[in-house]
């Protein structure tokens, strides 16, 4: 079984942690580390095992063997919002929650996120983009150390993803607790994180330090030098630039 502790109480630090399905070994001694306040984005082909790290590391599969040291206070932000739809979205943010004031702790987070109109609504009567923020909103209620989000923009369209992905990077710059961000999006990963890393044959194959200024600017060359690092990482084939028109005279 794993072994959970709080060595890193405000990061992350991993050891050998390997991960068995069936006959299938998913992950196989898996290292990782994750600075207090450090943002990194996880990549790699479906079925590496992204998700299963990340699942460990928020203590929702303790089925693995190895060492995790993490913070106690955690949240995760999933692709699918998972909201109640019978209950009101500021009930939805302090769900699970004890304590006094929750109505002034669930606005607090909804208004962070743009929402506090939408604080007695209901979950149905909201977009996809809303729906999202709350479920963000749900997390920073809970002030974590270690904000955990597996694919939290994919079932988004493009302009509302685009938005989604500024918000996390002003909360992280507001909040800085430390983020794992699971994603097949590399342009997202260089976009938002500190580093990028690539799991692959169940470890971390490489890494991808982001030394860039932020905000980040997807004409940078810098930019597209490491997007096309991380592609080739992936064993992706960058797109052609276009052909440059011929002179004529």
Same mark, same amino acid.
């Given at each position: 079984?794993?072994?959970?502790?709080?060595?890193?109480?405000?990061?992350?630090?991993?050891?050998?942690? /390997?991960?068995?399905? %069936?006959?299938?070994?998913?992950?196989? $001694?898996? =290292?990782?580390?994750?600075?207090?306040?450090?943002?990194?984005?996880?990549?790699?082909?479906?079925?590496?095992?992204?998700? /299963?790290?990340? *699942?460990? @590391?928020?203590?929702?599969?303790?089925?693995?063997?190895?060492?995790?040291?993490? +913070?106690?206070?955690?949240?995760?932000?999933?692709?699918?919002?998972?909201?109640?739809?019978?209950?009101?979205?500021?009930?939805?943010?302090?769900?699970?929650?004890?304590?006094?004031? @929750?109505?002034?702790?669930?606005?607090?987070?909804?208004?962070?996120? %743009?929402?506090?109109?939408?604080? =007695?609504?209901?979950?149905?009567?909201?977009?996809?983009?809303?729906?999202?923020?709350?479920?963000?909103?749900?997390?920073?209620?809970?002030?974590?150390?270690?904000?955990?989000?597996?694919?939290?923009?994919?079932?988004?369209?493009?302009?509302?993803?685009?938005?989604?992905?500024?918000?996390?990077?002003?909360?992280?710059?507001?909040? *800085?607790?430390?983020?794992?961000?699971?994603?097949?999006?590399?342009?997202?990963?260089?976009?938002?994180?500190?580093?990028?890393?690539? @799991?692959? $044959?169940? *470890?971390?194959?490489?890494?991808?330090?982001?030394?860039?200024?932020?905000?980040?600017?997807?004409?940078? +060359?810098?930019? /597209?030098?490491?997007?096309? =690092?991380?592609?080739? $990482?992936?064993?992706?084939? +960058?797109?052609?630039?276009?052909?440059?028109?011929?002179?004529? /005279?």
């Amino acid at each position: 079984m794993t072994a959970v502790t709080t060595e890193a109480p405000a990061g992350v630090r991993v050891r050998g942690l /390997t991960r068995v399905f %069936g006959d299938r070994t998913v992950l196989d $001694g898996v =290292d990782l580390d994750i600075a207090p306040g450090e943002f990194v984005a996880l990549l790699g082909a479906s079925g590496t095992g992204k998700s /299963t790290l990340l *699942r460990a @590391l928020a203590g929702l599969d303790g089925e693995g063997h190895g060492d995790i040291g993490v +913070p106690d206070r955690r949240a995760v932000v999933y692709q699918e919002h998972r909201l109640l739809p019978w209950s009101r979205v500021w009930k939805n943010v302090v769900l699970g929650l004890r304590g006094g004031d @929750l109505r002034r702790r669930a606005d607090a987070a909804l208004a962070e996120v %743009g929402l506090a109109a939408r604080a =007695d609504a209901w979950p149905l009567t909201l977009s996809g983009g809303e729906s999202q923020r709350v479920a963000l909103a749900r997390a920073l209620v809970r002030t974590p150390e270690l904000l955990l989000l597996d694919e939290p923009f994919g079932a988004l369209d493009a302009l509302t993803r685009l938005k989604a992905q500024a918000l996390v990077a002003d909360l992280w710059a507001e909040h *800085r607790p430390a983020v794992l961000l699971v994603t097949h999006d590399v342009e997202e990963a260089l976009l938002l994180a500190d580093r990028a890393l690539l @799991l692959s $044959g169940g *470890r971390i194959a490489r890494e991808y330090p982001v030394a860039l200024p932020r905000p980040r600017s997807l004409e940078d +060359p810098r930019f /597209t030098a490491l997007r096309r =690092d991380l592609l080739d $990482g992936l064993g992706v084939a +960058p797109p052609p630039a276009p052909a440059e028109p011929e002179e004529t /005279t």
